[in-house]
């Protein structure tokens, strides 16, 4: 090793570290694929929850979906609920639990296929909870299969030449249904493909998280998200991919924000 | 001390819950059980204990918020009918996986499919065989009265937690529809501690809590379904619970539940009066059915007939109970008509004292 290296044992001084995993992370390896946006996406609620100080009032509801071993990494209460069901599992606890922090964590299958239902009448009802909404445009966990919000013309394993509107419709935008519901207080889509979106991620994550203290209504947050595997792209194609594909038709951004906040 | 009201059936059950302390109710409106949500509604139970009620948009919704409210460690029901209460079979097994207690009511109507608003006791086998996916039981309770209708809410909410299993309460449309007087047992106050498996939110002083019912590792699947399995054998050895009316002379017996053991009852009267020694066994538990208690009387038995409103569902597990030493038949009838009492005497005598 050169002299002019920095030395391990420099490096791991607490002034030069950028980057410390969440106390609110547990020490399970992540079971996502390399590059996958569940993963940065936890890492985010971690990180909120703990920077809020609120692990002993927050209790999560995980999908059935790539992330429905969410509660196997955050260290907080957590239920796992049926496909599609995590609004209404949300519901009934924060409603018996109207002091603590609840929040969901859903793919595109969970939250606007099986669970649109749950989905829209949990915001209509303006349910006191944070939802967070990991749109990767595809069935990650069954294998790749055509979601929702698969985009017009893309390929999966149930639309092997493309997603044709004439058969299957157009691909949903959950977000901007949602966002028309008088029940929810802030609505906003954000992605985590760069390390600038993930600031930006955070601070929308975090604001829904604070504004469940006011009860002022449902707070929403859309992530669009990569796929590598079920895409069957690389990390970086992928992310490149998403950025020219999916932003267009899935813009980013507030969507609703409290009128005194704006 | 407390009087006797009269009410219908599913008011009592309102009301009862109210009074058992309950937590939170979540249902979705469905004749003939309606009453009870809309009851809960008018009762104003936020303002009496704090009370959770709430319209969901669905049953399936319903059961997934019981099954969020369970998983807090919350006192949860929930009621509806036959076609909802399918509806509810995938969150049903969930509860019953995540080993959640909860207390659900089906109002039986004729099926199947939308079948029809009357009564019927069509769904046994649903109720008693698992009903969802997987290996699993519900307990079941069966009401005869309106009376019983109350005291199962505290009974049923007893047993769930004992256990931490859903509870059911097998009614009908005919049970949650009469009126009959009812006496409540007085307000009981709403419980102010949580289990300890209970999703509140992680302390320092506990690990995390998880509600899951997911096991991907085959061996440790199979070990938490026989930890189930055991669970299941201890409340078949504990909680059987029957009424026996006029047995001790019958060479005869009626085997009915809910509305049926009370025109059987009749029956009974009926058939004595022309000198039949005819006996009635009510089982209270339609899961854990009583094998044994039947057993027990097959030496006095010459037959038994199972009346039920059904193509013949609970005579299955009657002629498990007799093990083919008696002779066991089925009298029923479906698609919401409620047999009379001198039908059922009169297939007594053909289908068992003749045949
Ligand atoms: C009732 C029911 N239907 C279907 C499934 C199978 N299933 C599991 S996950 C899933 C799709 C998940 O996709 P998505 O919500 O987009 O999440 P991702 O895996 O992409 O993160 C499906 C169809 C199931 N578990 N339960």
């Known amino acids: 090793m050169a002299d002019d290296t920095i030395s391990t044992k420099e490096l791991i001084k607490e002034e030069n570290l950028v980057y410390k995993k969440s106390k609110i992370l547990t020490d399970n390896e992540f079971h996502y694929c390399p590059g996958c946006g569940h993963s940065t996406t936890h890492r985010i609620i971690a990180e909120i929850i703990e920077e809020m100080g609120i692990q002993s009032e927050t209790i999560g509801v995980a999908p059935v979906g790539c992330s429905v071993f969410m509660y196997n990494y955050m260290d907080v209460d957590m239920q796992e609920a049926a496909h599609g069901r995590a609004p209404a599992v949300a519901t009934a606890i924060k409603r018996l639990l109207p002091e603590k922090y609840v929040f969901t964590y859903q793919g595109d299958g969970d939250l606007a296929a099986i669970g649109t239902a749950e989905t829209i009448h949990a915001c209509n009802r303006g349910e006191n909870i944070t939802m967070i909404f990991i749109n990767n445009g595809i069935y990650g966990m069954t294998g790749g299969q055509m979601a929702p919000t698969t985009l017009v013309g893309m390929k999966s394993s149930t639309t092997p030449y493309g997603r044709e509107v004439s058969l299957m419709g157009n691909p949903i935008k959950m977000t901007d249904i949602i966002v028309n519901l008088p029940g929810t207080y802030f609505v906003s889509r954000q992605s985590v493909h760069t390390p600038a979106n993930v600031r930006k991620t955070k601070k929308a994550i975090r604001k829904a998280f604070e ?22 792209m690389n990390p970086v194609d992928s992310n490149k991919w998403m950025a020219d594909n999916m932003l267009p038709f899935y813009p980013l951004g507030d969507m609703k924000v409290p009128e005194d906040q704006d | ?300 038995l010459k037959g038994i007939l199972s009346v039920e409103m059904s193509a013949g569902q609970m005579v299955e597990d009657v002629r498990l109970a007799v093990e083919g030493k008696v002779k066991v038949n089925h009298y029923g009838r479906m698609g919401g008509i409620i047999p009379t009492p001198d039908e059922i005497v009169e297939n007594l005598k053909q289908k068992i004292i003749g045949g």
């Open chain 1, 211 to 232: 504004y469940q203290a006011l009860n002022k209504g449902t707070c929403f947050v859309e992530v669009v998200s990569n796929c590598p595997s079920g895409w069957k």
């Open chain 2, 1 to 300: 001390m407390e009087e006797f009201v009269l009410m219908k059936g599913n008011e009592a059950i309102a009301e009862a819950a109210i009074r058992a302390g309950t937590d939170g109710y979540f249902g979705y409106p469905i004749t003939p059980q309606s009453e009870v949500i809309e009851y809960l509604a008018a009762a104003k139970p936020h303002e009496r204990t704090g009370m959770v009620l709430l319209q969901a948009e669905s049953e399936v919704a319903a059961i997934n918020m019981l099954y969020g409210g369970a998983g807090a460690g919350k006192k949860v029901m929930t009621s509806s009918s036959s076609p909802g209460i399918s509806l509810m079979q995938e969150g049903i097994s969930y509860i019953a996986g995540s080993e959640l207690p909860c207390l659900l009511v089906n109002v039986v109507r004729g099926g199947p499919g939308l079948g029809t608003i009357q009564p019927s006791q069509c769904d046994y086998f649903q109720s008693t065989k698992g009903g969802g996916h997987g290996d699993y039981n519900l307990i079941v309770l069966a009401p005869a009265s309106v009376q019983e209708m109350a005291d199962f809410v505290s009974l049923g909410f007893d047993l769930a937690f004992k256990y931490r299993n859903p509870v059911m309460i097998l009614s009908d449309g005919a049970i949650g529809q009469m009126m009959e007087k009812v006496k409540f047992k007085p307000q009981q106050p709403r419980s102010k501690k949580s289990p300890d498996w209970a999703t509140t939110g992680k302390t320092p002083d506990r690990e995390r809590n998880i509600i899951t019912s997911l096991d991907l590792d085959p061996a440790r699947q199979e070990r938490f379904n026989e930890k189930l399995q055991a669970k299941y054998k201890e409340i078949c050895k504990k909680e059987v619970r029957y009424e026996k009316i006029k047995c001790d002379d019958a060479e005869y017996l009626f085997v009915a539940y809910g509305t049926s053991s009370r025109i059987c009852q009749k029956s009974m009267q009926m058939a004595r009066e022309e000198g039949i020694k005819v006996g009635l066994f009510r089982p209270i538990t339609l899961w854990p059915f009583p094998y044994n208690e039947i057993r027990e009387m097959t030496g006095q």
